[in-house]
């Protein structure tokens, strides 16, 4: 018996690591763990009953991979105005907390066969820190600076949007909520809460 969640065979083929993406990510949320499919977790007319989101946190959570005996690196260019910085960061860990980084260093991709990737819109400055997150989940922001954080943080989310990187997004949401409620503006506050 097919699953109701499975993806259509007529998928048209990919032409880039954005259109992957965006099937890929496609297929996740198909395939998502959000309704249990055992027949406990049915109701009694038959339907698929909602798992807690503690279940569902729990099913996504993956092993981070380890730095003991590190496979590969992959290097990431970026160069916003003048000046060009490259990063070398392990290929494991990148790929783990980003889909789309994993698609483009993994796929059939430029990427995939030089294990290098230029982005010229990200400043290095931004990319730093999202480097640094990759290796510590944690955002080193100052925390008497509301206002500016704000901003930066709303900014970082979009690229980790960009990146499909859930886990950040969480992160920096946890992180913006204290700081809108010592901003002045109420308007934030109103769309936050």
Not at 27 to 38: D, E, G
Not at 133 to 157: H, M, R
Not at 160 to 178: C, E, H, S, W
């Amino acid at each position: 018996m097919a699953s109701p969640r499975s993806i259509p065979d007529s998928t048209p083929p990919f032409s880039s690591a954005a259109s992957m993406m965006d099937a890929e990510q496609s297929a996740q949320k198909a395939s998502s763990p959000a309704l249990h499919s055992s027949p406990a977790a049915r109701s009694k007319s038959g339907t698929p009953v909602p798992e807690s989101s503690q279940q569902r946190a729990q099913a996504r959570k993956k092993k981070v991979p380890s730095l003991r005996r590190p496979k590969s690196v992959v290097t990431v260019t970026v160069w916003p105005e003048h000046s060009k910085e490259a990063f070398m960061i392990h290929k494991d860990i990148i790929c783990h907390h980003s889909l789309f980084f994993a698609n483009a260093f993994n796929g059939n991709f430029l990427e995939g066969k030089t294990q290098m990737m230029n982005l010229s819109d990200v400043d290095s400055d931004t990319f730093s820190i999202l480097v640094e997150w990759f290796y510590t989940q944690k955002l080193d922001i100052d925390p008497k600076d509301c206002d500016g954080n704000v901003l930066f943080l709303a900014k970082f989310w979009m690229l980790a949007q960009r990146f499909v990187m859930p886990g950040l997004q969480n992160n920096i949401m946890d992180g913006l909520r204290p700081l809108v409620e010592c901003t002045e503006g109420e308007g934030l506050k109103v769309i936050l809460h």
